[in-house]
């Protein structure tokens, strides 16, 4: 009688599905937008504490490599809300057959980054 073994399994030689790869990312999304929560809320309190730290904080803004990093919390926040709704919907029965999902799963892509870019053109 053969044993069933555990299989190795190489992740970076695995073909994930448009599902499972925006799945990752929205959980990336989610640990980025945790781990900056500190750094967001303390210039949210500079921005608010006087007319002084709202023009400080504009100053900040103002290099190109604070506007994509920006744009990029901006990115990380639309796709974990776009992939929450869409994990909503999932919860509801929603789109659960296979082309359902990988629509969903595009349409979230699609939303999120387009959104971003829209938001980004207005920054920039």
Not at 2 to 14: G, H, S
Not at 49 to 68: N, R, Y
Request: proline letters at 5%; a positive charge; aromatic letters at 10%.
């Amino acid at each position: 009688m053969a044993t069933r073994r555990p299989v190795y399994l190489n992740l970076l030689k695995i073909r994930l599905p448009l599902p499972g790869i925006v799945s990752i990312m929205h959980r990336a999304s989610g640990a980025l937008l945790f781990l900056l929560l500190p750094l967001l809320l303390y210039v949210l309190q500079q921005s608010l504490s006087s007319a002084q730290g709202f023009a400080e904080v504009q100053s900040w803004f103002q290099s190109p490599l604070a506007k994509l990093a920006l744009i990029i919390v901006i990115w990380a926040y639309l796709h974990h809300f776009c992939m929450g709704l869409r994990y909503l919907a999932l919860d509801l029965d929603i789109g659960v057959k296979l082309p359902q999902a990988r629509f969903s799963a595009k349409l979230v892509l699609v939303v999120s980054i387009a959104l971003t870019l829209l938001i980004g053109v207005k920054i920039w």
